[in-house]
């Protein structure tokens, strides 16, 4: 159930014996010349609402904007610095703890993402750790990348190999030929030549990446293998929300 | 076109002659016995998308958590603090107009966003009013709230009159029934009590208005409604935002 | 009586039974060739000394300094941006609600400074909102602009009609000039144009409003309208105030 | 001259080589069982506007809410927290260098306000030493304390010796004395014990000092003593002002 | 060469060729019943002061406080929140910039601290990324944990296998005991059960870890352990700084 | 005993009736031809390891970093912004405090931090004086700095007199001389001039003070000076501290 659906007192009777919730979070960044810019919020989306449809657990509304200032050379890419990330975790994940949800589940499709949200919950915790009183929710918040289940991999391996590529890669790309067909890019482009150095910020990235893809084959990308990948990494979020759950 | 579905390619060429954005803001609230939580953020998206179509302009990723703090006591209710929404908007704002973006079009659903996104954009301008340099794009940024169009308001008037209330407003939930039909929610409610007096923080508005509404009769939402409400909604945004295009 | 001119023994005897204050509240900004800096300082600190000798409540240090990004083209014009105002407003009601005070009644002289303070209004509600423990204090807060009651702007009309214009007002200086009558500056200049375009930052103001006015035939300005203005604000104010101290 | 009472066309004019300012800064905090409120604030005040007689150079808008944390315990105070006091400071010295003015003098009131504001000239510097780029006004911030010149504190020996205390001085409230002749208190109390022991925190305070006065005699004040310490002062900043203004 | 015994003329001198600096940076928290407060900072300290002897380039101030919220149940642990941690990196790096360094390899002792301090790289090249103009010093930050070279592993593995554990490891005790033979400290303590499960807060951490340990049979730490491991992290840190200096 | 090589049961232990704790704080800066950049750092670690020799105190890790942006002009210069060493300190202090240190005894090397760090007190103390409630630790911040003591500076004044200077005097390289025998630095220089005039920033600065001294012949220093300094300091440290520990 997507939250956005729901009413408050759908919440409400949920949160009975349900303290958990999957927050979607990704970003608004380009994928090369035939990726979307919403593949990283898309990915997550469609897979924590196939997770979701198993577990009977709520999904957040999907955090679409990232921490992508290296993509920030090409036009129409949006990023947050990484304080004003932190922010928005902090606020969301405490206006929900308020109320009684405890369990965080960020389903992330941003590898550029890690980092920060893993330091928002290190400065939510902190803010408890630093005070000595009591008032203060019981939280735990939990980031879990939509294609690093195993199974993900395997089917990425197994489809692409080497040519998957570490950014616009076929899979991600994939999964959103599966959620929206009619949105499927028809672009010309040469294979990816592997990443070649490393890149700081949007300009060496440009420079470096001139189409934007990172050693990826993106045009190898089909929606079937969307659904596959679709299928393998739900299962891994029901596995996992789950034992994040049973945790005592 | 939704940014979220384009390649930045087709970003760069859009670029050539069309510096505007649309943005929907919205927000993650309770929205009474039958609304529902994404009422504020689905409203404004899907009335962006219909002005897109005929304006040909981009809509960028909605902005789908807002200033909520007086809606905290309802479970599922998320805020972000003023100060974490101006900097959403504000790194938001200068990520597209690194690249050429220059008039940013806000397309609102929830008064409570109104003064902390107006109060975002003097941060933007400050930050340049207060430097002398160079450097520094010409941003201009425009908030409208869909439901304030004077030909939406007439239909509000006509259907509802005084009992469409001020939140989970009639007319509101229309726009939700007709964009997700298939998440009608029948609930049975009284009519409700006018505004009894003003509130302020979250344990306030509870306390006034216990099951969410503020002087609406939200069960008097049809889809039918929604449609028209779209219709005149997306026709003021398509003249606001060529006017505003258009100002010197 | 101003709290500036008040000893704690006298506060604290005042705070049985009267929770509330009157804090002015304006900007040090640019009013065309013949207003003064200090304008929309000095309106609302007259009007709220005026309204508290009805009252008998307490007028709290008029915050002179307000957001006023847009006027920085000019020199002598001093802006804070919206996140700075907005600490200064919340730790100033912090702090009077830390020993007792409930209710903060904000006299605006400056429409530039309307987000911003409702911002931090919500700023401040959000901190309470968020938590869940005790120990916060109940704070109300409220913001009324001077030159907005009904009996001002009938005045305003009936005096100046459309060339009272909306920056360096006929009326607001006419206020200044009956507070102080040795401070008349007079200055030619010709009828101003009506506001020709929306602005944004303070370069686009200065270019579209060479010598800052906006609209308003400033030179119509007596001391004598001054004197109705002050006493018809000050009308409102009492009533307004009376009615936000009454709310249940 | 204050900037208050002044136009910007005044300004203007005034700024061909004059470059500097002066702002009175102070608090509104306690002082004893006959201080004003005010105090510190218009000390500060009243000796730079007769400085500025002899000067002819402009005085901004006191700041007069300062950092009084210590203060806080007793009803009226008014207390900015550091961080939002250097914030303050910063944007109304970056407003002005904006146009021109380049050395800024601070005249204080408040013991409290002196670590803070000198905080608050390092973090304008620092944000000009780590930049390398061009573009940035050549500021001078100067914080100079009224009761501080030499001929300042004979005169308060001659007159009180030990029993002028370090709060709620009789010199202090002798000048809002001189000042405010019709708001002189009449309130009888004892000789004040010598400051006992070092305070932290306002329950600190307020717990050794429980009338608000440190080891002052207070009801020695008189105007007349008033008069003589704002000559003395006044005269002090004339030359210090001078000297900072022909430093090379 | 620590920077801290340089003059600036040998660091003027020494910027000719070489834009490079180590930066070692840790933590100050408890490390079991054997382990120093210190060891975290030491550890990298002691390596990079090591593998400098063989670069010949310059080792900053050991960053000796860190990110280390999950250990505040126990007294003596310190830790700066994650966006204080940000602030540190962020102004020590600008301020190195500032006069021609370039790449910024922080070795480190923490992995408490790996997620902030990649979030405060991002903030940095965040800064530049969102401006357009130049004036930006082109900087390069990399982190390595001087546990996580393969030949450190390695060496952990063949001395304590499994009993290493995850905190308080045989291994960084080890390495301080080499470094402050003076300061071994004999402790009776068992065994240490695996890890058990997840923590999130300080007192999660506690609860779960009572005397701190996590995993590690600490009592397996001898100095000469220690000695191979800094040998063999040296060489790692050499080959890793070196190659991050050829980078194009 | 330095925290940083004590284990957690060890400060446990010595937290019965021993709540206070020694921090030194210095920076990281230019001290001239033949000053070292840890100058400011070195000189209050030695003197607060050689007096908690008698106190039988604990010595908290060093903040090393200050607040020296005017040095930033000198390369290897570092310098946090006053906000961002308040942060250190605020979180450093509550961190300590949350377990049980109540009295934090700052011993400073750097004049440029005695504003900064003073203020950071305040935040801390201000957090507390706004709220209301219970829980919050009771702490008290006191800043000393090692070379301002009586019996040092008469030391200092026999043996250098007005030649000792501001920056880089001949008294703070004995020190480290004294520390660090095997990086005493032999470099020719003139006598410095007298300090000729004020400065503000960091170009300021070395355009006034080209090789970073301020009055200073430096050349004059001997360990055998740093050894009596350190002696000197460290007991008036001994005499402080007695008496900080020793408030009702």
Redesign the interface.
Known sequence: M????????E??AH?NGNRGIIIPIGS?E?????????TD??CPEVIADRAAETLGC?V??????G?A??H?????????????L???V???V???A????ERFYFLNGHG?N???V??????I?????????????????KLANWFAFPAVKEISKELYGDRDGSHATASEISVTQYA?PE?I?K?DMDPAPPRP??F????DYRLIHPD?RIGADSFLATPEAGARLVEASAAGVVEDYRSFMA??
């Open positions: 997507r939250l956005q659906l729901m009413t408050w007192m919440v409400e949160l608004t380009q994928h090369g010349p035939n990726g979307l810019f919403g919020a898309i709520i957040g509304p999907t955090i679409s904007i921490m200032q290296h920030l050379a090409f036009p129409g890419s949006i990023a947050l610095r990484p304080s004003t932190m922010a928005v902090r606020d969301s405490l206006s929900l308020r109320n009684g949800f550029g890690i980092a920060t893993s330091a928002a919950f290190s400065e915790y902190a803010e408890k750790s630093l005070a000595v009183g009591p008032n203060q929710p019981h939280v735990r918040c929206y949105h890019k672009v150095r490393p700081y910020d949007a300009e934007g945790e005592a």
